[in-house]
C-alpha cells in the first residue's frame, strides 16, 4: 500500500496539508482501521522504506492495540497434552531451522524445559542485529548525554509515561536497551523473527495473538563478569500464565568460549520454586542447594553459536554464566512473548 498524492482542489490550489504523522494513519473505505489492522499495514508499508515517524507510530499502536484483543480466546488447557519427540539422551533437545516444528517446541518447553533451535538465523541476519543493537545502544547514550530527539531518533525514543529511569537503569546494568524505546530496533527484531518464521510459531503455541512484554523485549550487550543469579522469570510475573521466551545469542557464547552464555537446569519444572533459601543472594532467586536438588543432575552450559535460539517459558531455571575466563561482550536478543488471556499485569504487555 503506497502513499497517495495530497489531492488539489478543483480550483487548482493545493489542498490543505494534513496534520504532521496523518499520512502514517491509514484509512479503509468508509471508516477508519482498527489498530490491529493498521499495525499489519503499517508493517508492511515500512518495509519498503524505512521511516521514523512509521515506526514512532508502531509502537504507540502496539500500545493502543491492546484492548482490541480477545482475552476470551486462549485455550482451556494449559499446558497443552503433548507427545515428547525427542528420544535421543542430548539434554537440552536440539532441532535446526527447518525442524523447528509446533510440536518440537511444545515437546522441548513441556517436556525439557526448552529447546535449542540450532542457525535459527543466517550469517547476513545475525549481523544485521548486530549493527541494530549497536546503533540502539549508541542512541540511548546520546539521549543520557542530553542529546535532543534529532538526534537520537530512530534508535532511541524514550517512552516517558509507561518506562520509568530506574528501568532503564536495570536494563542498562544489565547491558540492555528496552526494545519498546528503540522504535526502529523493535520494527527490525519483529522484521527478523517474521522472516524465520517466530510469530506464527509462537502465536500457534499460544493459541492466540500473542503480547510481547515489552519491559523484557531486550537489545541486550552483555560484558563479562556481570552479576546474574538462578532464577526463573515466574518467579516475579506469576506462574499462571503462557509464555514463550526467544534468547538468541549474536555472538557465539557458552560452553568453554570466551563471552559468556547461559547455565540452565535441562529439565522441566511444573512450578516455581522456592526462592530465598539455600544460599541465594535475593528473595526472587534461587540459591545453589535448591537448584542442586531440582535439576536432578541436569545442570548444562549449552555452547550456543550466533544465531542459534534457545525457546523457554517462565518456569525455566536459569543463569548467565560466572566464568572468570569470559572475556568478550554478548550480543543478544531477548523476547518475551505472552498470551493475552493471561498475561503478568505488573508488565507491559503490547500487540505483537
Not at 107 to 121: A, E, M, P, Q, Y
Not at 129 to 143: I, P
Not at 285 to 301: K, N, S
Request: charged share 25%; glycine share 10%.
Amino acid at each position: 500500500m503506497a502513499f497517495r498524492a495530497w489531492p488539489r482542489s478543483r480550483r487548482g490550489r493545493a489542498a490543505p496539508k494534513p496534520r504532521r504523522g496523518a499520512a502514517s494513519r491509514p484509512i479503509r473505505r468508509g471508516r477508519k482501521w482498527t489498530a490491529l489492522q493498521e499495525i499489519d499495514a503499517l508493517q508492511t508499508r515500512n518495509r519498503r522504506r524505512r521511516r521514523p515517524r512509521i515506526e514512532e507510530r508502531l509502537v504507540q499502536l502496539r500500545l493502543d492495540g491492546l484492548v482490541e484483543l480477545d482475552r476470551s480466546s486462549g485455550p482451556r488447557d494449559w499446558p497443552p497434552g503433548t507427545a515428547d519427540p525427542f528420544t535421543d539422551t542430548r539434554w537440552p533437545p536440539e532441532v535446526s531451522r527447518d525442524e523447528l516444528t509446533l510440536e518440537a517446541l511444545q515437546g522441548g518447553i513441556f517436556h525439557h524445559g526448552c529447546l535449542l533451535v540450532r542457525g535459527l538465523l543466517a550469517r547476513q541476519q545475525v549481523d544485521h542485529l548486530v549493527s541494530v543493537t549497536n546503533q540502539a545502544f549508541e542512541g540511548f547514550h546520546a539521549y543520557v548525554r542530553g542529546d535532543p530527539p534529532s538526534v537520537t531518533t530512530p534508535w532511541y525514543v524514550p517512552r516517558r509515561t509507561e518506562v520509568t529511569d530506574n528501568e532503564r537503569v536495570w536494563c542498562r546494568d544489565g547491558g540492555g536497551v528496552l526494545a519498546v524505546e528503540s522504535p526502529r530496533g523493535l520494527f527490525e527484531i519483529i522484521e527478523t523473527f517474521e522472516q524465520v518464521g517466530i510469530g506464527s510459531l509462537v502465536t500457534q503455541c499460544l493459541g492466540e495473538r500473542p503480547t510481547l512484554l515489552a519491559r523484557k523485549w531486550l537489545l541486550r550487550c552483555v560484558p563479562p563478569g556481570i552479576d546474574s543469579e538462578w532464577h526463573q522469570d515466574g518467579a516475579f510475573m506469576g506462574e499462571d500464565i503462557r509464555t514463550v521466551n526467544v534468547w538468541l545469542p549474536l555472538s557465539a557464547c557458552g560452553g568453554e568460549l570466551e563471552a559468556p552464555g547461559l547455565d540452565i537446569v535441562a529439565r522441566r519444572l511444573d512450578h516455581v520454586v522456592t526462592t530465598g533459601t539455600d544460599g541465594a543472594r535475593l528473595d526472587w532467586t534461587v540459591g545453589p542447594g535448591m537448584v542442586e536438588r531440582v535439576a536432578q543432575g541436569r545442570v548444562a552450559r549449552p555452547t550456543f553459536g550466533a544465531g542459534d535460539a534457545l525457546l523457554f517459558d517462565h518456569l525455566f531455571l536459569h543463569r548467565t554464566d560466572q566464568r572468570p575466563q569470559a572475556t568478550k561482550n554478548r550480543y543478544a536478543i531477548e523476547a518475551w512473548f505472552a498470551a493475552p488471556s493471561s498475561y503478568p499485569p505488573k508488565e507491559l504487555p503490547i500487540v505483537y
